[in-house]
């Protein structure tokens, strides 16, 4: 950072890529690299929309790494009650190229401290509609999901055991940070598919999706009280198991000349059926 340039009162300036303050922004891009940085202590956001969804949730912020032209807007932000006592870090390009692995164009990063994470049986007890996961290894879908859920008034999320982290950077920036207002509840390794056995025993419906033929069409199902509905990963679908352990499979009827839908444009609709208005008697 040039000596002549402007500085603002609460910045830290840093000019050294090898500065520890920004080990939290180190190799973004390798998956491999973020989880055994990350763990379960934190997780990052890029944008001012996410930042600002991340600053509303209930996981605590940790830092915040910016490009100069990026401070300008974010000055604001800084006087939020949220900000006390988070450092913001400002670096020009070249110190970013080599912090984040690549040569991110105007980086806006943030950096916060995960939230405790509820149990699938928590989760159910206060829940009435929720989404479940099997196996998504799509950042972007995950993210797809998580913002029609919010939309949609989905109550929250249950992932299967080897389901994508649903904090990475990319399924944050996808979901507009929506994803940090969805709580989250991960299947435990030995528990899958039995939590959703967890789910029934609470009194949800579980609806898989899938496009067989043989399955209830979405626009015939009578919305229950509680229901979570279930997806699987792009092209595999759902395990044979989770279908029998669902109480009923359903799918979503679509033109003959399209093959299938993303399992995020299938999660939205069948979101938008659950709200519908009910007809009445």
Excluded at 47 to 57: A, E, F, K, T
Aim: net charge negative; proline share 6%.
């Amino acid at each position: 950072m040039s000596a002549s340039a402007d500085r603002v009162e609460g910045v830290t300036y840093i000019d050294d890529a090898g500065d520890p303050r920004l080990d939290d922004y180190r190799d973004i891009n390798s998956i491999a690299v973020r989880a055994e940085v990350e763990g379960d202590e934190f997780f990052l956001g890029e944008g001012y929309v996410p930042i600002d969804r991340m600053l509303d949730s209930d996981h605590r912020m940790r830092s915040v790494l910016l490009h100069p032209k990026r401070l300008k807007r974010f000055i604001p932000t800084m006087s939020r009650p949220e900000m006390a006592g988070v450092p913001v870090y400002v670096a020009e390009q070249p110190v970013l190229a080599e912090v984040v692995g690549f040569n991110m164009d105007r980086c806006c990063l943030a950096s916060a401290f995960r939230a405790r994470r509820p149990s699938v049986a928590e989760l159910a007890g206060t829940s009435r509609r929720l989404v479940v996961l099997e196996a998504l290894n799509d950042d972007q879908n995950v993210g797809a999901i998580a913002r029609a859920a919010r939309a949609f008034g989905i109550d929250g999320m249950v992932i299967s055991p080897t389901c994508n982290d649903p904090y990475q950077r990319r399924t944050v920036r996808v979901s507009m940070g929506e994803i940090l207002h969805v709580p989250v509840a991960r299947a435990e390794p030995g528990d899958w598919p039995g939590a959703l056995r967890t789910l029934i025993d609470a009194g949800f419906e579980t609806w898989a999706l899938t496009p067989d033929g043989d399955a209830i069409d979405l626009w015939d199902m009578s919305v229950p009280d509680r229901v979570a509905v279930v997806l699987g990963a792009e092209g595999h679908g759902l395990e044979a198991a989770t279908m029998d352990a669902s109480t009923h499979r359903v799918r979503i009827a679509i033109s003959s000349n399209v093959d299938s839908l993303n399992v995020g444009h299938a999660a939205a609709v069948t979101f938008a059926v659950l709200g519908r208005p009910a007809e009445p008697s």
